[in-house]
């Protein structure tokens, strides 16, 4: 099992060297020791490039080409593994301790329903956050991370998701450019470079290898050929914007596995434990959160450990917050509002998996969100130009 290294050694300590180099508030993360914040600090353009689903384990499966070339080491994600609870670390520069956004799906008690986060829908499917009247920013209540640098900062994010809920609310008072494609993305993050002398911070987000991933799997050769596709765009990037003073950090979310058909559990297939059950599973299909019926745990206990053993660990989820998965000093005071009575972390390859009614199935190859090596260490990769 692969947990985070939230000391010296993960994408939040990652972020408290950002937040130091841009003379930002000073976070409660340590900053990592083999990334020298004064270093930063002598460039111009700091840019952090998140190349989401790029595990290190992939990387380091790879021919060797301009992010092989160019990678100082490893860190970890952040518990889960997942997009939802990194994007916002990098958004945040938060750990989930503190910015408790958990996974895909997460019940939020003060609206009464399960969401799905990143999109800021009811998980039954429905209209967004602002169109429910809900404030986004007031719901999550996070400090971007743009407003704690003293720099100014820019996101370049898919157009598709630019004016999502949760990027507004995480935004801050960054500008934001959009991008329809790889070239797209990298022209308008050059574009940003030249434009002012000043020091600046630029995030830069790509999803492609995380959707593939997904579709066909992260092993496939669709993914190889998507992954060859950005390292050749990263090599001709560094090479437009050669002189100008940048320093480009490449990292990602989180990495992936491929799950073979056998190891997909389905939760039909278990009735009497989706009887002890009070709501959907939250969570991510690697590490799910059960929010167990009133007299039911006991059921719910002998069930997963009589039927489930060889296939989940199960945890009380108030251990995980004292056992540090999720970061260390104060929790969110809705942590463990979103973490549900017990947690089901899978082992090896397996996933779980629950349907609503009319939602439409479908199935993962590649997925995220466990503690194995693949899904937990990324990259860090820092090349100068």
Partial sequence: MALPDYRDGSIVNLMSSIIQAADGVAPQYPALTHLDALDLREHRNMLLLVLDGLGYEFLMQRDAGVLRRHLEGKLTSVFPSTTAAAITTYLTGDAPQQHAVTGWFMYFRELGAVMTVLRGSPRFGGVDFSHSGIDAQRLFGHIPICNRL???????????????????????????????????????????????????????????????????????????????????????????????????????????????????????????????????????????????????????????????????????????IDNGYFGFGDPHPRLRDRIGDYTLIMKQRFVIKDWLPGEARHRQIGVHGGTSDAEMYVPLIVATA
Avoid at 235 to 264: C, K, Q, W, Y
Wanted: net charge negative; hydrophobic share 35%.
């Fill in 150 to 320: 003293s720099v100014p900062t820019y996101m370049v994010t898919p157009r598709d998701i630019a004016d999502s809920d949760f990027n507004i609310a995480h935004k801050g008072s960054a500008e934001v450019h959009s991008y329809a494609s790889l070239s797209q993305m990298f022209a308008a993050t050059a574009t940003i470079i030249r434009s002012r002398a000043k020091r600046k911070f630029i995030y830069c987000y790509w999803p492609g290898l995380d959707h593939v991933g997904h579709s066909y799997g992260i092993d496939s050769p669709r993914a190889l050929a998507h992954y060859q596709e950005v390292d050749a765009a990263c090599g001709e990037f560094l090479e437009s914007i050669r002189g100008s003073g940048t320093m480009m950090l490449v990292t990602a979310d989180h990495g992936m596995i491929d799950v073979p058909d056998a190891d997909n559990i389905e939760l039909d297939d278990h009735p009497d434990l989706a009887e002890t059950l009070a709501l959907p599973l939250c969570g991510e299909r690697r590490v799910a959160y059960c929010y167990v019926r009133p007299g039911r745990r006991d059921a719910f206990e002998q069930y997963v450990t009589g039927n489930l053993g060889e296939s989940v660990e199960l945890l009380a989820s108030s251990d995980l």
